[in-house]
């Protein structure tokens, strides 16, 4: 699984990538996360508002900043 957070990098942006971090963490996940600065790349992926949170290529989280529980539950799903 590839877990992507789009953001220029704002506190708001740092806090999604925390929480993404954690809720990986919490279920054992090992997966591939990194950060997409560049607004043109976020913006080909569908990305209009940050923070945002892409998983396979797919926007699942955009425009606000989900909390660990709320990642945790999303990913129990996406297995």
Known sequence: MKIQVAGPGCPRCWETE???IDACAKLNLAVDISHLYDVREYAKLGVRITPAVIVDGKVVIMGKV???EEI???LSTMR
């Open 72 to 74: 945790k539950k999303l």
């Open 18 to 20: 925390r929480n993404v």
């Open 66 to 68: 989900p909390t660990v």
